[in-house]
Nanobody
Framework: QVQLVESGGGLVQPGGSLRLSCAAS????????MGWYRQAPGKQRELVAE???????NYADSVKGRFTISRVSAMNTVLLRMNSLKPEDTAVYYC????????WGQGTQVTVSS
C-alpha cells in the first residue's frame, strides 16, 4: 500500500525557515530514490531535491545552498530543511519517488510572504 504523507508547511516571512516531513510506506522508502517536488500556481510541478537510498543528494539550481534533503531510515521519513526562503518558493510541496509514482499525496502548502 502506497503512503506518502507530507507535513510541515505554513506561512513564513522572507528569509525564514521551515522543515517539511514526508512519511512514506516502508517498501517505497527502502527501495527508491526519494524526491521533494513543488508546484506553484499556474506552473508545472518541478523537482527541487532528491536523495538516493545511499544518501547521495541533488538539488535544483534555484534551491541549491538553501535547501537540504535527508532521510530518517528508522521512521521511513524524508525531510526537507528550507532556509533563506524567498517569495518564489511559495508552492505546494510534495514528496514522491524519483521517477515519480502515479500516486501523489495531498502535499503541504508553503507560503513565503511578508
Amino acid at each position: 500500500q502506497v503512503q506518502l504523507v507530507e507535513s510541515g508547511g505554513g506561512l513564513v516571512q522572507p528569509g525564514g525557515s521551515l522543515r517539511l516531513s514526508c512519511a512514506a510506506s516502508r517498501s517505497i522508502f527502502s527501495s527508491y530514490t526519494m524526491g521533494w517536488y513543488r508546484q506553484a500556481p499556474g506552473k508545472q510541478r518541478e523537482l527541487v531535491a532528491e536523495i538516493t537510498t545511499g544518501g547521495s543528494t541533488n538539488y535544483a539550481d534555484s534551491v541549491k545552498g538553501r535547501f537540504t534533503i535527508s532521510r530518517v531510515s528508522a521512521m521511513n521519513t524524508v525531510l526537507l530543511r528550507m532556509n533563506s526562503l524567498k517569495p518564489e518558493d511559495t508552492a505546494v510541496y510534495y514528496c514522491n519517488t524519483r521517477p515519480s509514482l502515479q500516486y501523489w499525496g495531498q502535499g503541504t502548502q508553503v507560503t513565503v510572504s511578508s
